[in-house]
């Protein structure tokens, strides 16, 4: 068998021309950590900060080092094989591969990472996705980017978007004779506010790549968090258009699916005509459809939950029935939306409990948090720009979400930084260690009503 992956019309295939379907998961919160993935509030550069702060150098690296250590290892890669799986989305941030007081320089130790999801995962016959999550400057204004602001400074400089060329450049040198990297996923959910950098950027970063690597599937984000296409002629050679397709019952609370959520009512029909205009861009251009991203949030609450996993198969059904490849996000957390998760009472869980509780409190969380706490603060400024600025638009999705970014995730999470990190406090750099060691496989828990229902359906064929 020649595993290698490549584009055929609006099909991939392998080597030895066997249609494949990518379906698995995506590593959120390993190589790119994510507040509500591991528990800190704000982002992971400020977490990183205040913790080595609290710690000291030595056990932070102890702590930092053991989690990437552990989070994902050949058990993890067997499970997900086990379950039916042949694909794992790899996010990772750029620092991992170069510090910003040494641009251009790359980092070994960095690269050696990923050489451990792709290693662990080629052992067990699981293809992995590269995608660089966060970028130097931020390609979205998001958290997810590393993004402490709320702007998207990538676009505005040449000097960003040369780094993250030469990065690519650099992986696709490393990567490019392995058939078990099924592609490079080079910019997730960017947003370009102009639309007009994207475009000529995405040219240019093809063309390096391209030198330096003919063969490799090309998974490309399309604008605004992976939902406009409109910049885009035509599709580059040996590429797909990714999309991103939350279903916005499985994403807020509280919902009920199918039934009403926000003011709308969802079923099946609901999902799969949104899912049809999601992926406008594929049918139209007869490329493959990926979903890069999908997938409900779990909150406890029994008609929820279930109500969530219902929605779930409905998407998986649908991608079926279009011949879509997928990737659910995500495997593993500390208990919102992983196949997997660290153990309620695991030192890890027990030592961040108090700061856990006072972020679900005060919303600082835009992912599986809530703002209910905190709406006699939001509503006065909602009232006040509804009255003083009714025409202000901010990009990406206008006034209401910019002003929770803003207050919740912004003004409230830098602080609560602080008190999360003084949770480590006392800790020498074994004890760190240990804490890390919490996200090891073997003192996980499986939320086995979705890895049952991922294992019968992936079964189906």
């Not at 042949?86 to 990772?92: G, Q, S, T």
């Not at 400057?137 to 590393?146: A, I, L």
């Amino acid at each position: 068998m020649d595993p290698r992956i490549r584009v055929d019309g609006s099909r991939l295939r392998d080597g030895s021309g066997q249609e494949v379907l990518l379906r698995g998961v995506g590593l959120g919160g390993w190589m790119t950590m994510e507040n509500f993935i591991t528990g800190h509030p704000a982002t992971e550069s400020q977490m990183r900060r205040a913790v080595t702060r609290v710690l000291g150098g030595e056990a932070a690296e102890a702590f930092f080092d053991t989690f990437l250590t552990e989070f994902f290892t050949e058990a993890d890669a067997a499970l997900l094989a086990s379950l039916g799986m042949n694909c794992v989305r790899v996010p990772f941030s750029y620092f991992h591969l170069e510090d910003d007081a040494a641009p251009f320089v790359i980092k070994e130790s960095g690269l050696r990472r990923l050489d451990q999801a792709v290693e662990a995962c080629a052992a067990h016959g699981v293809y992995t996705i590269l995608d660089l999550h966060a970028v130097p400057g931020y390609q979205n204004q998001h958290w997810h980017s590393d993004n402490p602001s709320g702007w998207a400074t990538f676009w505005n400089h040449p000097h960003f978007q040369d780094r993250v060329v030469h990065l690519w450049e650099v992986l696709a040198d490393r990567y490019k004779d392995n058939p078990w990297v099924a592609g490079y996923n080079p910019l997730n959910e960017p947003a370009d506010h102009t639309g007009e950098v994207i475009g000529p950027f995405y040219t240019r970063l093809e063309k390096a790549i391209r030198a330096i690597d003919p063969q490799h599937v090309l998974f490309l984000d399309g604008n605004r968090y992976s939902t406009d296409f409109s910049m885009f002629a035509e599709p580059f050679d040996q590429a797909v258009w990714t999309a991103h397709d939350y279903a916005l019952p499985g994403i807020a609370n509280p919902s009920r699916y199918p039934g009403e959520t926000r003011g709308k009512h969802f079923d099946r029909d609901v999902v799969h005509e949104t899912f049809l205009r999601r992926t406008e861009v594929m049918r139209k251009t007869g490329t493959p459809i990926w979903v890069g991203e999908f997938g409900p949030l779990y909150t406890g609450d029994a008609e929820r939950d279930a109500g969530a996993l219902r929605l779930l198969q409905d998407q998986l059904d649908i991608y079926r029935e279009h011949g879509a490849s997928w990737s659910l996000w995500t495997y593993k957390d500390i208990g919102t939306q992983g196949l997997v998760s660290t153990a309620p009472d695991s030192p890890y869980r027990e030592r961040i409990a108090p700061a856990l509780a006072k972020k679900r409190r005060l919303g600082t969380d835009s992912w599986g948090g809530s703002e209910a706490g905190i709406r006699h603060v939001l509503e006065p400024i909602e009232e006040l720009f509804a009255t003083e600025f009714p025409d202000f638009d901010p990009f990406p999705w206008g006034p209401h979400p910019w002003m929770k970014v803003l207050v919740r995730h912004v003004l409230l999470a830098e602080p609560m930084v602080d008190e999360f990190a003084r949770c480590f406090a006392g800790l020498d750099a074994d004890g760190a260690a240990e804490l890390a060691r919490s996200f090891r496989l073997d003192r996980c828990v499986e939320r086995t009503e979705l890895t049952d229902l991922l294992r019968a359906d992936l079964r189906r064929g």
